[in-house]
Structure formats: C-alpha cells, structure tokens
C-alpha cells in the first residue's frame, strides 16, 4: 500500500535586504540539523555581480539552482563555467574547494542553493562538480504537468546525477487544475518550496504559495510513500527529499563536520593552502 505524505509544517520565507546589491532569505534555516538531514541549510539570494567574495568549504555538498539569470563561477577544482535560468550546479566539496559564484556582467541573479550534509565516511572525498542544464535532464511528462528530474527519480524517469547521500530533486511546472504525484521512499525527509503560484498539497489538500516552503510528514524505512500536488494557479516549484545521515553535526560558516577537532583541522588546511590542490 502505497502511503500518501501529509504537509506537517508550512514556513514564509522573508526577503531581506542584506546591501544594495543582495537579497536573501533562508528557507531552511542552519541549526536545526535533526529536523532538516540530510539537508542543512537553503538560501534564496537575489544578488548581483561582486556580492560574494572567494570563500571555501569542506564537508558537504552544495546544490546550486538558478531561478532566473546567468551565474559564472570559478574554482580551485574544475575552473570556470556558466549556469543559465533552470540550470543547477552539484559541487561536492569534500576535502575542500575554494570557488566563488558571481552574475555575469550586468545580469541579476536569483537563485537557491542548497547545503547537503556528507557522511563521515565521505566528509573527506575528492572533490567533484557536476554541472546539470536543465536541457538536458530527464523529463517526465504528465497531463498539464512538466516534471523535470535533476536527482533520484519521479515515476521511473531516472537521473543520471551521481549521489553520496541519496536526494530526490525535482522541479515541477503544473497548469492549473492539474494533479501530479511524486513518489519517495518511506525514509526520505523532505519539503517543497513554491516559485510561482499556488496549490494544495499533500493527503489533506494544504494550501501553499509562493514563498513558502512546505515540510512532508516523516515515515520509515521499506514504506512506499508520495506526495500529492494540484495547482490552482499555475505552479513552479522544487521538491527536495533524501536520505538521513543520521550523525552528529559541528558547524563552523563554511566547514560542516562532524567533531570541534575536525573543524580546527579543516581552518589550519584551509588556512595552509591545502584546499583545491
């Protein structure tokens, strides 16, 4: 029997100006590691060229997707690159990277980027990027509905994004009056943030809208489990679940491990230049 997820929490993001140039908001907010794993933190940035400055990290992956604009970014690993609207960037920073993202000139951009925590087993692996263009992702197609799947899977339709801590990341676009169902397995945490337009949800037909974020009830491991979604406005939205980590976590701004120590370590190697080499 296949369990239909309930919403258990809604949230509004707010939008802050942060300088003349930056916007941001947290849709999940860092600290509540238990509620939030395997994910640690989402920011919603409207940003434009020289807010953010070269910075490192180490001990997770970061999951970039941009809403609207045209981003550069540069690093120590795989050099530079572009990302347009609709486009995500996968780094799994690892060991350690050192990268800054930027608009390109006289573009602003707006975007989501997303922190997932890595195992201890993997907090120290080589560093990759996968660079995912939303024309080339898999689609899945339905009646008034546009599902387009960059991790994990929705109805069979498979990505080929490579996983450490296995996520589900779908961007949905449904008409109004359209129904859609996207499936997850029992154990995965998870929540949807509405772009554009507005809905219900879930078994008990919340309603959500844009700017909110909206939390799935949990279940367990071996359960088959999907959510409901029907628009009534039309919808653009990002679904993200995925599998606990289930460890301790030790934050400290761009370095997530899991000990106080580890954490020294990872500033004395940053500090010595041993990131991206």
Known sequence: MT????????????????????RSGPVLEPGNWQEYDPFLLLMEDIFERGTFDVHPHRGIETVTYVISGELEHFDSKAGHGTLGTGDVQWMTAGRGVVHKEDPAPGSTVHSLQLWVNLPSTHKLTEPRYQNLRAKDMPVRKE??????????????VQAPTKNIVP????????????TVVQDLPGHYNGFLYILEGSGTFGADQTEG????????SRHNRGEDTELQVTAREKLRLLLYAGEPVNEPVVAYGPFVMNTPEQIREAIRDYQEGRFGQ
């Open 3 to 22: 369990i239909q997820r309930r919403i258990r929490r809604i949230k509004t993001v707010q939008i802050t100006t942060n300088s003349p140039i930056h």
């Open 143 to 156: 009646e008034g509905a546009t599902i387009r799947v960059f991790s994990g899977s929705s109805k069979g």
């Open 167 to 178: 996520v589900t990341m779908v961007e949905m676009v449904v008409e109004p009056g359209a």
């Open 209 to 216: 809208k844009a700017g909110q974020a909206l939390f799935f």
